[in-house]
């Protein structure tokens, strides 16, 4: 193998695909990038069994061939070069890197030893909008958790209806739904559960890219891929290992009515919340409380050894009742707080039903996202 690249493209190819790398102890090959050609393309891979990246970045072509390199050692050389054309050759085993006055050599393995990473057989794809579909995911991919008991919410489901894709993810105390309506009808309707870690990397990969990213997907595995504008190339893939199971019936959890509506300032309640924290003790815990014959919510929290809090903050209060009473509801004020910063929109629609009953966080007057916390029983 012999090509010609420029340092900026393959650097930003590396810092993509090396994300994945260097922290498999059994199978040590699994650290390394595997550099390959394709037609007038460098080809960069790297997978850690789960999940596989490929990168492609245009290259002058003078030697096809292929090689698997450490990823830590490539990248950390490569980020240190001069803004340059790179000349990078393989013999032996062995990566040759020249760039002006720098020259380095890299000890490789064999490629043919280096896993191979599936395609999907079924070339049928969704179309979605990278930013819009990544925004989504990063609304609920924090509350979904690693449980071996319950594999199946350990990842994001998604769920592919022809005009909407619905993602949720809960970890059993609480649950964030996002939809996303598409402005044409897709033609492919799926279910799966993403794991956590590969939806961390599509966001990462993915959310800053403009116009629109293609999922394809088989009964085990999922891949999206991001196009070259220009050439309309495949510039990154992430395909993953889907998460086995059936995931639970959620839509039975998320409250169809509610006691009492607080529609408020998201920040002004999530600095309350916040300022309650401190005094909230080993338990987490705050109270909520609205009153029927008083104005706005208050947010409490006391400590024997610490002291107390008792904030106030302005809301419209709507009561789904005949006879409206003195509600307090004790929350882990960390679920609140996860819920807050995951709603984008100035105002925020609180529900509560009663000590026990399952709360709700909406953005104000935008029915496609929803929080649900349960509250903590008071004993």
Request: charged share 25%; net charge neutral; aromatic share 8%.
């Amino acid at each position: 193998m012999k090509i010609i690249i420029l340092k900026e493209n393959l650097n930003n190819g590396l810092n993509i695909i090396s994300r994945i790398t260097g922290k498999n102890l059994t199978l040590p090959i699994l650290n390394n990038i595997l550099l390959s050609t394709d037609g007038n393309f460098l080809n960069l891979s790297s997978t850690d069994l789960e999940l596989g990246i490929k990168y492609w970045s245009l290259a002058k072509i003078e030697k096809e061939g292929k090689i698997t390199v450490p990823a830590k050692i490539l990248t950390s050389f490569i980020n240190l070069l001069p803004n340059k054309k790179l000349t990078i050759e393989e013999k032996n085993q062995t990566l040759y890197i020249d760039c002006e006055n720098h020259k380095t050599q890299i000890k490789g393995l064999d490629a043919q030893d280096y896993p191979i990473i599936p395609s999907i057989e079924d070339k049928t794809f969704v179309e979605l909008d990278a930013a819009v579909f990544c925004e989504g995911i990063s609304q609920v991919v924090d509350f979904s958790t690693s449980n071996q008991a319950r594999p199946e919410i350990s990842g994001v489901y998604l769920n592919f209806q022809k005009d909407r894709v619905q993602m949720a993810a809960t970890d059993s105390f609480r649950l964030a739904e996002k939809t996303i309506y598409f402005k044409e009808k897709i033609n492919k309707e799926c279910s799966f559960i993403l794991p956590q870690k590969a939806a961390r990397e599509i966001i990462n990969i993915l959310l800053e890219q403009s116009g629109k990213i293609k999922m394809y997907s088989s009964p085990s595995q999922v891949l999206f891929e991001y196009s070259m504008s220009e050439t309309n190339h495949p510039q990154v893939q992430i395909i993953s290992r889907l998460v086995e199971g059936d995931y639970p019936d959620y839509q039975g959890i998320i409250p169809k009515k509610y006691e009492a509506q607080v529609v408020l300032n998201k920040n002004e309640f999530l600095n309350q919340v916040k300022t309650a924290s401190i005094f909230s003790g080993k338990g987490n815990e705050v109270k909520i409380k609205i009153d029927p014959k008083k104005e706005g919510m208050e947010i409490l929290s006391q400590n024997p050894e610490l002291g107390e809090s008792k904030g106030v903050v302005e809301g419209e209060i709507k009561y789904n009742t005949e006879k409206p009473k003195e509600m307090e509801v004790n929350f882990n004020y960390r679920f609140l707080v996860d819920g807050l910063m995951n709603i984008k929109s100035q105002r925020v629609s609180f529900e509560l039903n009663g000590e026990e009953g399952p709360a709700a966080l909406r953005p104000a007057g935008d029915a496609n996202y929803i929080y649900v916390v349960m509250p903590i029983k008071s004993t």
